[in-house]
């Protein structure tokens, strides 16, 4: 993985990420079905450009790779299944409304955060970006102190 | 010398090709490391499985010793790797909210794509509602814009932040590393084992 981390850095001059594209969607998605919505919001229209569609990222494409990386490696070890995995002790039903509240929290938080655990706390740690120790320790620091009272899903 | 792209070495129309190859290594090495599962994921919480913490921290020194080195040799001009801006605000309360997002659902957006790529639908449900939480934070976004905006302290590396010099931060990082590996595998023993 650190290799890995290194080589994008040297082709690319920065690191790897993840929610980037999940915005991009979002984006295009709005633009598509509101443009002038779109254009309006103050949010929106830093990401919306006349010569470039919204979907012609580097992480839209990074993610296009990773879910082929991740069925690739599903497939070799025999893990491809469609299922809900959760501990024995809540039902799926449970499982699937705290992934959808942990999903709506975490996309909220790396906006705020310009960046997710890998776009922001791993590729910013290994610039030695300031941002990328404070997110790594505020990202783990928090779920820490929150584990206790979800643990009943976990353990 | 590098970053090979940034500096023309390669064109930059290759730049989306590197970008798939690159996904799919990372996809790969993610999934195989047993990333697709929330449940290997959330044990670094609970203590049962500190897999996560040494992958990821293992990973951001590496790549931090190989920037540097390659810097040291002349192989990469430093100045044109991205130093993500800080805002420190903006940044910490991001993040306090990622790590309850975190622990809720059991994945970050990266591991919940892996997820999602080899069926797990608890995966689909957080990469979608994911989506929902940034389609939330954009319309609402004029409402903390200016927080969203302040303290700004620029592109600064965590070095320059504490007065020392790169060598002696990331010997104190690989310091830290190495403690935290004996101290969380001490820990390991411990806890009770969870199956899944």
């Given at each position: 993985m650190g290799l890995l981390l290194l080589v994008t850095f040297y082709i690319t001059g920065r690191g790897l990420g993840a929610s980037?594209?999940?915005?991009?969607?979002?984006?295009?998605?709005?633009?598509?079905?509101?443009?002038?919505?779109a254009q309006e919001s103050t949010y929106y229209s830093k990401f919306i450009s006349d010569d470039n569609h919204p979907l012609n990222q580097w992480l839209v494409f990074e993610v296009i790779g990773i879910l082929a990386g991740a069925l690739l490696s599903g497939a070799l070890s025999n893990r491809l299944k469609f299922k809900v995995e959760h501990s024995p002790k809540i039902t799926s039903g449970r499982r699937l409304v705290f992934a959808a509240l942990g999903g709506l929290a975490f996309g909220i938080g790396s906006q705020f955060g310009r960046g997710c655990t890998s776009g922001a706390a791993l590729s910013g740690m290994a610039s030695l970006a300031l941002g990328g120790f404070i997110a790594m320790l505020s990202i783990f620091g928090s779920a820490y102190v929150f584990a206790y009272f979800f643990r009943k899903n976990w353990i | 010398m590098g970053p090979l792209i940034p500096l023309g070495i390669i064109d930059s129309s290759w730049n989306n090709v590197f970008a798939i190859l690159i996904g799919i290594a990372f996809g790969f090495i993610l999934e195989s490391s047993g990333?697709?599962?929330?449940?290997?994921?959330?044990?670094?919480f609970y203590g049962y499985d500190f897999t996560v913490l040494k992958v990821f921290f293992s990973a951001a020194i590496t790549a931090a010793i190989g920037l540097y080195y390659f810097y040291f040799l002349g192989w990469i001009d430093i100045t044109m790797i991205y130093v993500n801006p800080t805002y420190l605000g903006s940044a910490i309360v991001g993040g306090i909210i990622m790590g309850l997002g975190f622990i809720m659902g059991?994945?970050?957006?990266?591991?919940?794509?892996?997820?999602?790529?080899i069926g797990k639908i608890d995966a689909i449900v957080y990469s979608v509602a994911m989506m929902a939480g940034i389609f939330l934070f954009s319309e609402f976004y004029p409402f903390f814009e200016d927080f969203y905006n302040s303290g700004s302290?620029?592109?600064?590396?965590?070095?320059?932040?504490?007065?020392?010099?790169?060598?002696?931060f990331m010997i104190i990082l690989i310091v830290i590393a190495l403690v935290a590996f004996y101290v969380t595998s001490l820990i390991q023993k411990k806890v009770k084992k969870v199956e899944y």
């Amino acid at each position: 993985m650190g290799l890995l981390l290194l080589v994008t850095f040297y082709i690319t001059g920065r690191g790897l990420g993840a929610s980037g594209a999940a915005k991009s969607t979002v984006v295009a998605t709005i633009n598509k079905v509101a443009p002038e919505h779109a254009q309006e919001s103050t949010y929106y229209s830093k990401f919306i450009s006349d010569d470039n569609h919204p979907l012609n990222q580097w992480l839209v494409f990074e993610v296009i790779g990773i879910l082929a990386g991740a069925l690739l490696s599903g497939a070799l070890s025999n893990r491809l299944k469609f299922k809900v995995e959760h501990s024995p002790k809540i039902t799926s039903g449970r499982r699937l409304v705290f992934a959808a509240l942990g999903g709506l929290a975490f996309g909220i938080g790396s906006q705020f955060g310009r960046g997710c655990t890998s776009g922001a706390a791993l590729s910013g740690m290994a610039s030695l970006a300031l941002g990328g120790f404070i997110a790594m320790l505020s990202i783990f620091g928090s779920a820490y102190v929150f584990a206790y009272f979800f643990r009943k899903n976990w353990i | 010398m590098g970053p090979l792209i940034p500096l023309g070495i390669i064109d930059s129309s290759w730049n989306n090709v590197f970008a798939i190859l690159i996904g799919i290594a990372f996809g790969f090495i993610l999934e195989s490391s047993g990333f697709s599962s929330s449940r290997k994921l959330a044990g670094v919480f609970y203590g049962y499985d500190f897999t996560v913490l040494k992958v990821f921290f293992s990973a951001a020194i590496t790549a931090a010793i190989g920037l540097y080195y390659f810097y040291f040799l002349g192989w990469i001009d430093i100045t044109m790797i991205y130093v993500n801006p800080t805002y420190l605000g903006s940044a910490i309360v991001g993040g306090i909210i990622m790590g309850l997002g975190f622990i809720m659902g059991g994945y970050c957006p990266g591991t919940s794509y892996c997820g999602a790529a080899i069926g797990k639908i608890d995966a689909i449900v957080y990469s979608v509602a994911m989506m929902a939480g940034i389609f939330l934070f954009s319309e609402f976004y004029p409402f903390f814009e200016d927080f969203y905006n302040s303290g700004s302290l620029g592109n600064v590396t965590v070095y320059d932040t504490l007065g020392i010099s790169v060598s002696l931060f990331m010997i104190i990082l690989i310091v830290i590393a190495l403690v935290a590996f004996y101290v969380t595998s001490l820990i390991q023993k411990k806890v009770k084992k969870v199956e899944y």
